[in-house]
Protein backbone atom coordinates (compact mmCIF):
# COMPACT_ATOMS: atom_id res chain seq x y z
CA UNK A 1 0.00 0.00 0.00
CA UNK A 2 2.76 2.47 0.71
CA UNK A 3 4.39 1.40 -2.75
CA UNK A 4 1.43 2.36 -4.44
CA UNK A 5 0.54 5.14 -2.48
CA UNK A 6 4.64 6.87 -3.71
CA UNK A 7 4.12 6.09 -7.04
CA UNK A 8 0.76 7.91 -6.52
CA UNK A 9 2.82 10.93 -5.46
CA UNK A 10 6.03 10.80 -7.88
CA UNK A 11 4.20 9.86 -11.02
CA UNK A 12 3.02 13.40 -11.59
CA UNK A 13 6.59 15.37 -10.57
CA UNK A 14 8.17 12.71 -12.64
CA UNK A 15 5.59 12.84 -15.81
CA UNK A 16 6.10 16.29 -15.82
CA UNK A 17 10.14 16.82 -15.24
CA UNK A 18 10.03 14.37 -18.39
CA UNK A 19 7.75 16.06 -20.48
CA UNK A 20 9.86 18.16 -23.96
CA UNK A 21 6.88 20.46 -23.28
CA UNK A 22 8.80 23.53 -22.06
CA UNK A 23 5.36 25.23 -20.99
CA UNK A 24 4.73 22.16 -19.13
CA UNK A 25 7.74 22.24 -17.38
CA UNK A 26 7.48 26.03 -16.87
CA UNK A 27 4.27 25.40 -15.70
CA UNK A 28 4.63 23.28 -12.98
CA UNK A 29 7.51 25.78 -11.74
CA UNK A 30 4.50 28.22 -11.33
CA UNK A 31 2.36 25.47 -9.65
CA UNK A 32 4.63 25.37 -6.73
CA UNK A 33 5.93 28.51 -6.23
CA UNK A 34 3.24 31.14 -7.08
CA UNK A 35 0.90 32.58 -4.65
CA UNK A 36 -1.05 36.10 -3.86
CA UNK A 37 2.12 37.50 -2.75
CA UNK A 38 3.08 37.19 -6.34
CA UNK A 39 3.97 40.14 -8.76
CA UNK A 40 6.05 38.56 -11.65
CA UNK A 41 7.06 35.63 -13.07
CA UNK A 42 10.27 35.38 -16.04
CA UNK A 43 11.18 32.38 -18.03
CA UNK A 44 14.23 32.38 -20.14
CA UNK A 45 14.91 29.40 -22.54
CA UNK A 46 18.79 28.60 -21.33
CA UNK A 47 20.56 28.41 -25.46
CA UNK A 48 23.78 29.35 -26.15
CA UNK A 49 22.39 31.47 -29.25
CA UNK A 50 21.04 34.10 -26.88
CA UNK A 51 24.65 35.40 -27.02
CA UNK A 52 25.87 34.23 -30.89
CA UNK A 53 22.25 35.37 -32.19
CA UNK A 54 22.94 38.63 -30.84
CA UNK A 55 26.64 39.27 -32.11
CA UNK A 56 25.48 38.17 -35.60
CA UNK A 57 22.30 40.59 -35.40
CA UNK A 58 24.92 43.27 -33.93
CA UNK A 59 27.76 42.29 -37.03
CA UNK A 60 24.61 42.78 -39.78
CA UNK A 61 23.55 45.92 -38.66
CA UNK A 62 27.33 47.82 -37.92
CA UNK A 63 29.27 46.27 -40.78
CA UNK A 64 33.26 47.25 -39.47
CA UNK A 65 32.09 49.29 -36.37
CA UNK A 66 31.02 46.10 -34.85
CA UNK A 67 34.27 44.56 -33.98
CA UNK A 68 34.51 46.23 -30.51
CA UNK A 69 31.51 44.87 -29.73
CA UNK A 70 30.94 41.62 -31.30
CA UNK A 71 34.27 40.15 -29.95
CA UNK A 72 33.95 41.22 -26.43
CA UNK A 73 34.28 38.86 -24.16
CA UNK A 74 30.83 38.38 -22.56
CA UNK A 75 29.48 36.86 -25.39
CA UNK A 76 31.75 33.83 -25.12
CA UNK A 77 31.08 33.77 -21.10
CA UNK A 78 27.60 34.07 -21.90
CA UNK A 79 27.88 31.30 -24.54
CA UNK A 80 29.61 29.05 -22.03
CA UNK A 81 27.55 29.80 -19.26
CA UNK A 82 24.59 28.54 -21.37
CA UNK A 83 26.28 25.28 -23.06
CA UNK A 84 27.55 24.26 -19.89
CA UNK A 85 23.91 24.38 -17.92
CA UNK A 86 22.13 22.76 -21.07
CA UNK A 87 25.07 19.92 -20.85
CA UNK A 88 24.14 19.00 -17.55
CA UNK A 89 20.41 19.03 -18.16
CA UNK A 90 19.22 22.34 -17.63
CA UNK A 91 16.36 23.62 -19.69
CA UNK A 92 14.83 26.81 -18.54
CA UNK A 93 15.77 29.42 -16.03
CA UNK A 94 12.40 30.86 -14.10
CA UNK A 95 12.50 33.83 -12.04
CA UNK A 96 9.77 34.13 -9.49
CA UNK A 97 8.86 37.95 -7.94
CA UNK A 98 6.88 38.75 -4.89
CA UNK A 99 6.19 41.39 -2.52
CA UNK A 100 8.64 39.35 -0.19
CA UNK A 101 11.68 39.37 -2.12
CA UNK A 102 11.85 43.20 -1.91
CA UNK A 103 14.55 43.31 0.27
CA UNK A 104 18.23 43.28 0.98
CA UNK A 105 17.75 39.97 2.90
CA UNK A 106 15.27 38.09 0.16
CA UNK A 107 15.46 38.41 -3.19
CA UNK A 108 13.75 36.80 -5.86
CA UNK A 109 13.82 33.31 -6.70
CA UNK A 110 15.55 31.11 -9.55
CA UNK A 111 14.77 28.01 -10.60
CA UNK A 112 16.22 25.40 -12.89
CA UNK A 113 14.16 22.99 -14.95
CA UNK A 114 15.42 20.06 -16.15
CA UNK A 115 14.99 17.22 -18.81
CA UNK A 116 14.89 14.49 -16.81
CA UNK A 117 14.49 14.04 -13.01
CA UNK A 118 17.47 12.52 -12.27
CA UNK A 119 19.80 15.36 -13.73
CA UNK A 120 18.18 17.78 -10.99
CA UNK A 121 21.17 16.77 -8.24
CA UNK A 122 23.92 17.00 -10.01
CA UNK A 123 23.18 19.94 -12.02
CA UNK A 124 22.19 21.29 -7.93
CA UNK A 125 26.05 20.39 -7.34
CA UNK A 126 27.76 21.85 -10.43
CA UNK A 127 25.57 25.62 -9.57
CA UNK A 128 26.48 25.10 -5.90
CA UNK A 129 29.95 25.07 -6.65
CA UNK A 130 29.47 28.18 -8.49
CA UNK A 131 28.06 29.98 -5.52
CA UNK A 132 30.56 28.93 -3.01
CA UNK A 133 31.70 31.59 -0.68
CA UNK A 134 35.54 32.75 -2.08
CA UNK A 135 34.45 31.18 -6.02
CA UNK A 136 32.21 33.96 -6.29
CA UNK A 137 31.00 36.96 -5.77
CA UNK A 138 27.78 36.14 -4.65
CA UNK A 139 28.03 36.21 -0.98
CA UNK A 140 25.13 34.81 0.62
CA UNK A 141 23.32 33.02 -2.58
CA UNK A 142 22.56 29.08 -2.12
CA UNK A 143 21.03 26.55 -4.29
CA UNK A 144 18.84 23.56 -2.94
CA UNK A 145 16.84 20.26 -4.94
CA UNK A 146 13.86 19.94 -4.24
CA UNK A 147 12.30 17.24 -6.56
CA UNK A 148 13.27 17.77 -9.86
CA UNK A 149 14.04 21.76 -9.56
CA UNK A 150 17.39 23.89 -8.54
CA UNK A 151 16.55 26.54 -6.45
CA UNK A 152 18.92 29.64 -6.42
CA UNK A 153 18.74 32.56 -3.81
CA UNK A 154 19.47 34.02 -0.39
CA UNK A 155 18.72 31.33 1.60
CA UNK A 156 15.94 33.06 3.26
CA UNK A 157 14.38 33.29 0.16
CA UNK A 158 14.91 29.44 -0.60
CA UNK A 159 13.22 29.15 2.86
CA UNK A 160 10.12 31.21 1.77
CA UNK A 161 9.06 29.43 -1.14
CA UNK A 162 10.05 25.96 0.47
CA UNK A 163 7.30 26.70 2.75
CA UNK A 164 5.15 28.45 0.55
CA UNK A 165 1.73 27.88 -0.18
CA UNK A 166 0.75 27.98 -3.47
CA UNK A 167 -2.14 29.69 -4.81
CA UNK A 168 -4.47 29.87 -8.55
CA UNK A 169 -3.20 32.71 -10.24
CA UNK A 170 -3.94 31.94 -14.14
CA UNK A 171 -3.07 35.80 -14.81
CA UNK A 172 0.34 34.93 -14.30
CA UNK A 173 0.55 31.12 -15.71
CA UNK A 174 3.02 31.35 -18.13
CA UNK A 175 2.01 28.14 -20.62
CA UNK A 176 0.32 30.18 -22.73
CA UNK A 177 3.00 32.73 -23.55
CA UNK A 178 5.82 30.48 -23.85
CA UNK A 179 3.48 28.55 -26.50
CA UNK A 180 3.13 31.34 -28.28
CA UNK A 181 6.54 32.34 -28.05
CA UNK A 182 7.77 29.06 -28.93
CA UNK A 183 7.77 28.65 -32.24
CA UNK A 184 10.65 27.04 -33.68
CA UNK A 185 12.39 30.08 -34.71
CA UNK A 186 14.92 30.23 -31.56
CA UNK A 187 15.38 30.45 -28.03
CA UNK A 188 12.32 32.12 -26.56
CA UNK A 189 11.97 34.24 -22.77
CA UNK A 190 8.62 35.46 -21.66
CA UNK A 191 7.78 37.90 -18.99
CA UNK A 192 4.17 38.16 -17.45
CA UNK A 193 3.35 40.32 -14.05
CA UNK A 194 0.28 41.14 -12.28
CA UNK A 195 -0.46 42.28 -8.78
CA UNK A 196 -2.66 40.08 -6.40
CA UNK A 197 -5.10 41.06 -4.58
CA UNK A 198 -3.30 42.32 -1.39
CA UNK A 199 -0.89 44.30 -3.63
CA UNK A 200 -3.70 45.70 -5.45
CA UNK A 201 -4.99 47.55 -2.29
CA UNK A 202 -1.72 48.90 -1.48
CA UNK A 203 -1.16 49.79 -5.20
CA UNK A 204 -4.61 52.35 -4.89
CA UNK A 205 -4.12 53.63 -1.57
CA UNK A 206 -0.42 54.99 -2.42
CA UNK A 207 -0.72 55.41 -6.28
CA UNK A 208 0.46 58.95 -6.62
CA UNK A 209 -1.57 61.41 -8.40
CA UNK A 210 -0.05 62.32 -11.83
CA UNK A 211 0.02 65.35 -13.64
CA UNK A 212 -1.74 66.38 -17.03
CA UNK A 213 -2.19 64.59 -19.30
CA UNK A 214 -2.13 61.15 -17.51
CA UNK A 215 -4.79 61.72 -14.15
CA UNK A 216 -7.11 58.75 -15.65
CA UNK A 217 -4.59 56.51 -14.64
CA UNK A 218 -5.33 56.85 -10.99
CA UNK A 219 -4.82 54.51 -7.79
CA UNK A 220 -8.33 52.66 -8.64
CA UNK A 221 -7.68 52.19 -12.59
CA UNK A 222 -3.75 50.88 -12.06
CA UNK A 223 -5.12 48.76 -9.42
CA UNK A 224 -8.13 47.48 -10.70
CA UNK A 225 -8.88 47.92 -14.26
CA UNK A 226 -4.82 46.24 -15.32
CA UNK A 227 -4.79 42.70 -14.83
CA UNK A 228 -1.64 41.77 -16.87
CA UNK A 229 1.70 42.97 -18.66
CA UNK A 230 3.70 40.73 -20.73
CA UNK A 231 6.54 40.03 -22.61
CA UNK A 232 7.68 37.79 -25.20
CA UNK A 233 10.92 37.88 -26.89
CA UNK A 234 12.48 35.45 -29.29
CA UNK A 235 16.42 35.37 -29.53
CA UNK A 236 18.80 37.41 -32.09
CA UNK A 237 19.00 36.92 -35.50
CA UNK A 238 15.59 36.51 -36.21
CA UNK A 239 14.29 38.36 -32.99
CA UNK A 240 10.63 39.05 -32.39
CA UNK A 241 9.64 41.07 -29.26
CA UNK A 242 5.87 41.58 -28.60
CA UNK A 243 5.12 43.89 -25.38
CA UNK A 244 1.12 43.63 -24.08
CA UNK A 245 -1.02 44.85 -21.25
CA UNK A 246 -4.42 43.14 -20.71
CA UNK A 247 -6.97 45.24 -19.26
CA UNK A 248 -10.98 44.10 -17.41
CA UNK A 249 -12.38 45.39 -20.39
CA UNK A 250 -12.07 46.98 -23.86
CA UNK A 251 -13.19 50.10 -22.21
CA UNK A 252 -10.24 50.28 -20.32
CA UNK A 253 -7.77 48.92 -22.36
CA UNK A 254 -8.53 52.07 -25.27
CA UNK A 255 -7.68 54.29 -21.97
CA UNK A 256 -4.50 52.30 -21.99
CA UNK A 257 -4.15 53.14 -25.47
CA UNK A 258 -5.04 56.48 -25.12
CA UNK A 259 -1.98 56.88 -22.31
CA UNK A 260 0.31 55.37 -24.09
CA UNK A 261 -0.38 57.23 -27.18
CA UNK A 262 -0.30 61.08 -24.52
CA UNK A 263 3.33 59.92 -23.65
CA UNK A 264 4.20 59.50 -27.16
CA UNK A 265 3.38 62.64 -27.93
CA UNK A 266 4.78 64.24 -24.88
CA UNK A 267 8.49 62.52 -25.67
CA UNK A 268 8.26 63.79 -29.01
CA UNK A 269 7.22 67.76 -27.88
CA UNK A 270 10.07 67.39 -25.59
CA UNK A 271 12.78 65.70 -27.81
CA UNK A 272 11.70 69.26 -30.75
CA UNK A 273 12.53 71.36 -27.48
CA UNK A 274 15.97 70.08 -27.20
CA UNK A 275 18.22 72.67 -29.19
CA UNK A 276 21.36 70.69 -28.58
CA UNK A 277 20.31 67.81 -30.19
CA UNK A 278 18.41 68.43 -33.23
CA UNK A 279 18.28 64.51 -34.75
CA UNK A 280 16.84 63.44 -31.44
CA UNK A 281 13.26 64.21 -32.48
CA UNK A 282 13.41 62.62 -35.56
CA UNK A 283 14.84 59.47 -33.64
CA UNK A 284 11.62 59.62 -31.18
CA UNK A 285 9.62 60.14 -33.79
CA UNK A 286 10.21 56.58 -35.51
CA UNK A 287 10.47 55.48 -32.37
CA UNK A 288 7.08 56.33 -31.77
CA UNK A 289 5.63 55.33 -34.75
CA UNK A 290 7.58 51.98 -34.82
CA UNK A 291 5.80 51.24 -30.92
CA UNK A 292 2.47 52.68 -31.75
CA UNK A 293 -0.11 50.32 -29.42
CA UNK A 294 -2.35 48.67 -31.01
CA UNK A 295 -6.04 47.80 -29.60
CA UNK A 296 -6.90 44.08 -29.82
CA UNK A 297 -10.51 43.19 -27.76
CA UNK A 298 -9.15 44.34 -23.77
CA UNK A 299 -5.56 44.26 -24.80
CA UNK A 300 -3.10 46.67 -26.08
CA UNK A 301 0.34 45.59 -27.76
CA UNK A 302 3.21 46.58 -29.33
CA UNK A 303 4.98 44.28 -31.73
CA UNK A 304 8.13 44.79 -33.48
CA UNK A 305 11.06 42.12 -35.47
CA UNK A 306 14.34 42.40 -36.56
CA UNK A 307 13.62 42.53 -40.05
CA UNK A 308 11.14 46.01 -39.55
CA UNK A 309 12.66 48.57 -41.52
CA UNK A 310 12.16 50.98 -39.18
CA UNK A 311 14.21 49.13 -36.27
CA UNK A 312 17.13 49.07 -39.41
CA UNK A 313 16.68 52.68 -39.79
CA UNK A 314 16.86 53.26 -35.77
CA UNK A 315 19.88 50.62 -35.49
CA UNK A 316 21.72 52.85 -37.77
CA UNK A 317 21.13 56.02 -36.15
CA UNK A 318 21.33 55.08 -32.97
CA UNK A 319 23.41 52.03 -32.60
CA UNK A 320 26.11 52.67 -34.62
CA UNK A 321 26.58 56.62 -33.36
CA UNK A 322 26.51 54.79 -29.79
CA UNK A 323 28.95 52.10 -30.54
CA UNK A 324 31.78 54.55 -31.80
CA UNK A 325 31.70 56.54 -28.95
CA UNK A 326 32.42 53.65 -27.14
CA UNK A 327 34.94 53.02 -30.01
CA UNK A 328 36.61 55.87 -28.87
CA UNK A 329 36.08 55.67 -24.75
CA UNK A 330 38.12 52.34 -25.59
CA UNK A 331 40.80 53.50 -27.03
CA UNK A 332 41.05 56.32 -24.69
CA UNK A 333 41.17 54.23 -21.65
CA UNK A 334 44.66 53.33 -21.69
CA UNK A 335 45.98 56.37 -22.76
CA UNK A 336 43.99 57.82 -19.38
CA UNK A 337 45.63 55.02 -17.51
CA UNK A 338 49.52 55.15 -18.52
CA UNK A 339 48.85 59.26 -17.79
CA UNK A 340 47.76 58.50 -14.35
CA UNK A 341 50.74 55.93 -14.07
CA UNK A 342 53.06 58.87 -15.37
CA UNK A 343 51.31 61.51 -12.82
CA UNK A 344 51.92 58.49 -9.77
CA UNK A 345 55.48 57.90 -10.84
CA UNK A 346 56.45 62.00 -10.71
CA UNK A 347 54.82 62.30 -7.55
CA UNK A 348 56.37 59.70 -6.33
CA UNK A 349 59.46 60.92 -7.52
CA UNK A 350 59.17 64.17 -6.29
CA UNK A 351 58.57 62.77 -2.76
CA UNK A 352 61.49 60.53 -2.66
CA UNK A 353 63.90 62.95 -4.28
CA UNK A 354 61.99 66.52 -3.17
CA UNK A 355 61.34 67.81 -6.96
CA UNK A 356 59.92 67.19 -9.83
CA UNK A 357 62.24 65.62 -12.74
CA UNK A 358 63.63 68.31 -14.70
CA UNK A 359 62.65 67.61 -18.74
CA UNK A 360 66.40 66.70 -19.33
CA UNK A 361 66.69 65.24 -15.78
CA UNK A 362 69.91 63.43 -15.82
CA UNK A 363 72.79 65.60 -16.78
CA UNK A 364 76.90 65.46 -16.91
CA UNK A 365 79.33 67.35 -14.17
CA UNK A 366 78.90 70.48 -16.55
CA UNK A 367 74.78 70.32 -16.88
CA UNK A 368 74.38 69.32 -20.21
CA UNK A 369 71.73 67.06 -20.93
CA UNK A 370 72.04 63.41 -21.08
CA UNK A 371 68.84 61.31 -20.80
CA UNK A 372 65.30 62.24 -20.24
CA UNK A 373 63.23 62.66 -17.54
CA UNK A 374 61.32 59.31 -18.95
CA UNK A 375 64.50 57.27 -17.58
CA UNK A 376 64.58 59.08 -14.57
CA UNK A 377 61.45 57.64 -13.70
CA UNK A 378 61.61 54.64 -14.79
CA UNK A 379 62.14 52.50 -11.62
CA UNK A 380 58.30 53.80 -10.54
CA UNK A 381 56.74 52.49 -12.87
CA UNK A 382 58.62 49.02 -12.14
CA UNK A 383 60.78 49.24 -14.77
CA UNK A 384 63.85 49.11 -12.42
CA UNK A 385 65.71 46.21 -13.74
CA UNK A 386 65.94 48.58 -17.21
CA UNK A 387 66.62 51.72 -15.60
CA UNK A 388 69.92 49.72 -14.48
CA UNK A 389 70.89 49.21 -17.58
CA UNK A 390 71.59 52.54 -18.86
CA UNK A 391 74.74 54.01 -18.18
CA UNK A 392 73.75 57.39 -17.05
CA UNK A 393 76.65 59.31 -17.51
CA UNK A 394 76.46 59.13 -21.16
CA UNK A 395 74.09 60.63 -23.24
CA UNK A 396 70.95 58.97 -24.61
CA UNK A 397 72.53 58.74 -28.03
CA UNK A 398 76.28 56.61 -26.50
CA UNK A 399 75.85 53.86 -28.91
CA UNK A 400 74.96 51.94 -25.30
CA UNK A 401 72.24 53.91 -24.56
CA UNK A 402 71.02 54.02 -28.08
CA UNK A 403 70.25 50.35 -28.00
CA UNK A 404 68.09 50.93 -25.26
CA UNK A 405 65.75 53.02 -27.37
CA UNK A 406 64.22 49.63 -28.44
CA UNK A 407 62.78 48.77 -25.06
CA UNK A 408 60.47 51.52 -24.21
CA UNK A 409 58.17 50.51 -21.20
CA UNK A 410 54.25 50.21 -22.74
CA UNK A 411 53.62 52.99 -20.23
CA UNK A 412 55.22 55.64 -22.37
CA UNK A 413 53.36 53.95 -25.82
CA UNK A 414 50.87 55.62 -26.91
CA UNK A 415 47.51 53.79 -27.93
CA UNK A 416 46.58 56.20 -30.43
CA UNK A 417 49.98 56.14 -32.50
CA UNK A 418 51.57 51.95 -32.23
CA UNK A 419 53.79 52.27 -35.06
CA UNK A 420 55.61 55.35 -33.29
CA UNK A 421 56.10 52.81 -30.16
CA UNK A 422 58.05 50.44 -32.26
CA UNK A 423 60.51 52.78 -33.42
CA UNK A 424 60.90 53.97 -29.44
CA UNK A 425 59.25 57.52 -30.54
CA UNK A 426 56.82 58.46 -27.61
CA UNK A 427 54.10 61.31 -27.69
CA UNK A 428 54.28 61.94 -24.15
CA UNK A 429 55.91 64.96 -23.52
CA UNK A 430 56.24 67.80 -20.61
CA UNK A 431 55.38 71.43 -21.49
CA UNK A 432 58.83 72.78 -21.73
CA UNK A 433 58.45 76.67 -20.40
CA UNK A 434 60.36 79.11 -18.34
CA UNK A 435 56.66 79.55 -16.37
CA UNK A 436 55.44 75.76 -16.81
CA UNK A 437 56.68 72.95 -13.96
CA UNK A 438 59.82 71.69 -16.37
CA UNK A 439 61.36 75.06 -17.69
CA UNK A 440 64.10 75.02 -20.26
CA UNK A 441 67.45 73.20 -19.32
CA UNK A 442 69.20 76.19 -20.29
CA UNK A 443 68.08 77.91 -17.89
CA UNK A 444 68.43 75.64 -14.95
CA UNK A 445 71.72 76.43 -12.40
CA UNK A 446 71.17 73.63 -9.61
CA UNK A 447 72.36 70.36 -10.10
CA UNK A 448 73.13 67.50 -7.65
CA UNK A 449 74.95 64.64 -7.88
CA UNK A 450 73.87 61.84 -5.88
CA UNK A 451 73.96 57.78 -5.03
CA UNK A 452 70.23 57.17 -7.06
CA UNK A 453 69.60 53.36 -6.57
CA UNK A 454 72.91 52.09 -6.62
CA UNK A 455 74.44 54.06 -9.04
CA UNK A 456 76.02 57.78 -9.26
CA UNK A 457 73.71 60.23 -10.93
CA UNK A 458 73.56 63.83 -11.39
CA UNK A 459 70.11 65.22 -11.43
CA UNK A 460 69.06 68.53 -12.81
CA UNK A 461 67.09 70.25 -9.77
CA UNK A 462 63.12 70.42 -11.33
CA UNK A 463 60.83 72.57 -9.28
CA UNK A 464 58.43 70.82 -6.60
CA UNK A 465 55.18 71.10 -4.96
CA UNK A 466 55.13 74.47 -3.54
CA UNK A 467 56.42 76.18 -6.98
CA UNK A 468 52.98 75.48 -8.12
CA UNK A 469 51.77 78.37 -7.03
CA UNK A 470 48.16 77.78 -8.96
CA UNK A 471 47.45 74.60 -7.49
CA UNK A 472 48.58 71.17 -8.51
CA UNK A 473 44.68 70.65 -10.13
CA UNK A 474 44.63 73.22 -12.03
CA UNK A 475 48.67 72.88 -13.35
CA UNK A 476 49.63 70.87 -16.56
CA UNK A 477 52.06 67.92 -15.94
CA UNK A 478 52.11 65.46 -18.52
CA UNK A 479 50.50 66.11 -21.93
CA UNK A 480 50.02 64.03 -25.20
CA UNK A 481 51.48 65.98 -28.50
CA UNK A 482 50.54 65.47 -31.99
CA UNK A 483 52.43 62.15 -33.56
CA UNK A 484 54.36 65.07 -35.52
CA UNK A 485 56.17 65.57 -32.20
CA UNK A 486 56.79 62.67 -30.98
CA UNK A 487 60.73 61.99 -29.92
CA UNK A 488 62.67 59.27 -28.82
CA UNK A 489 61.76 58.56 -25.04
CA UNK A 490 65.12 58.58 -23.97
CA UNK A 491 65.97 62.04 -25.31
CA UNK A 492 65.78 64.85 -23.15
CA UNK A 493 63.87 66.90 -25.83
CA UNK A 494 60.25 67.58 -24.84
CA UNK A 495 57.22 70.06 -25.95
CA UNK A 496 58.65 73.19 -26.69
CA UNK A 497 55.87 75.92 -25.51
CA UNK A 498 54.91 79.24 -27.07
CA UNK A 499 52.30 80.20 -24.75
CA UNK A 500 50.86 82.53 -27.51
CA UNK A 501 50.83 79.82 -29.95
CA UNK A 502 50.34 76.52 -27.23
CA UNK A 503 46.15 75.83 -28.58
CA UNK A 504 47.81 75.95 -32.38
CA UNK A 505 50.95 73.75 -31.37
CA UNK A 506 49.05 71.11 -29.56
CA UNK A 507 46.00 70.59 -32.43
CA UNK A 508 47.66 71.58 -35.67
CA UNK A 509 44.92 73.59 -36.20
CA UNK A 510 42.06 70.25 -35.90
CA UNK A 511 39.18 71.20 -34.34
CA UNK A 512 38.13 67.55 -34.19
CA UNK A 513 40.22 64.65 -31.80
CA UNK A 514 41.60 64.74 -28.88
CA UNK A 515 44.48 64.60 -26.39
CA UNK A 516 44.84 63.05 -22.74
CA UNK A 517 46.96 64.62 -20.46
CA UNK A 518 48.19 64.46 -17.14
CA UNK A 519 47.54 67.15 -13.85
CA UNK A 520 49.78 67.76 -10.60
CA UNK A 521 47.72 66.32 -8.52
CA UNK A 522 48.31 62.63 -10.52
CA UNK A 523 44.67 63.41 -12.14
CA UNK A 524 44.14 62.22 -15.70
CA UNK A 525 41.76 63.95 -18.25
CA UNK A 526 40.63 63.76 -21.97
CA UNK A 527 41.04 67.33 -23.97
CA UNK A 528 38.69 67.32 -27.08
CA UNK A 529 39.89 69.71 -29.35
CA UNK A 530 36.28 70.66 -29.89
CA UNK A 531 35.45 72.06 -26.36
CA UNK A 532 34.50 75.58 -25.87
CA UNK A 533 37.20 77.96 -24.45
CA UNK A 534 39.87 74.98 -23.93
CA UNK A 535 42.07 76.84 -26.62
CA UNK A 536 41.79 79.88 -23.72
CA UNK A 537 42.25 77.86 -20.80
CA UNK A 538 45.43 75.98 -22.01
CA UNK A 539 48.21 78.60 -21.83
CA UNK A 540 46.84 78.81 -18.00
CA UNK A 541 46.56 75.47 -17.18
CA UNK A 542 50.89 75.10 -18.31
CA UNK A 543 51.45 77.94 -16.18
CA UNK A 544 52.48 76.93 -12.65
CA UNK A 545 52.20 81.06 -11.30
CA UNK A 546 49.90 82.46 -13.34
CA UNK A 547 47.19 83.23 -10.37
CA UNK A 548 44.51 82.74 -13.12
CA UNK A 549 41.28 81.31 -12.25
CA UNK A 550 40.30 78.24 -14.41
CA UNK A 551 36.95 77.23 -14.93
CA UNK A 552 35.88 73.58 -13.95
Known amino acids: MRFLLAVCVALPVAT ?3 TDEPADRVGSVVDRYVNNDTLAVAAL ?19 DQAGLVVSHPGFALGVGIAETLRTAGAREAVLIAGVHDLTPQTGPLLVLTVDKPDRAAPLGQAVTAWTTPGLNPMKGIGTRVVDDLVLIGQQATIEHYVQLEPAERPELDVREPIRQADDGSGPWAVMVAAAGGDTRRVIEALWPTLPEPFTAADGSFVANDIQQFAAMVNSPPDWQIRLSITADNESAAAKVQSLIEKAWDQAVSSAEQNANQPELADITKAAADLLTPRLEGNTVSVQVGHDDAVVNDLASRVIAPTVKDLQHKARLRPRLM ?5 ALAMLNFESAVGHYPASAAIVDGDG ?3 LSW ?4 LPFVEESTLHDKFRLDEPWDSPHNLELQKQMPDVFASHSAPDLAREGLTTYQVPVNQRSVFPPSSSIRDFEKRSWLGSDVTLAKGTSLRDIIDGTSATLLIVEVPREEAVIWTKPADWEVDLAKAWQQLTGGATEGSAVAAYCDGSARVWYFSDDGLDQTLPKLITRDGKEIIPR
Open 16 to 18: VAA
Open 368 to 370: KPL
Open 374 to 377: RVAI
Open 338 to 342: QMKQL
Open 45 to 63: QINGQWARGMQQDLAARMG
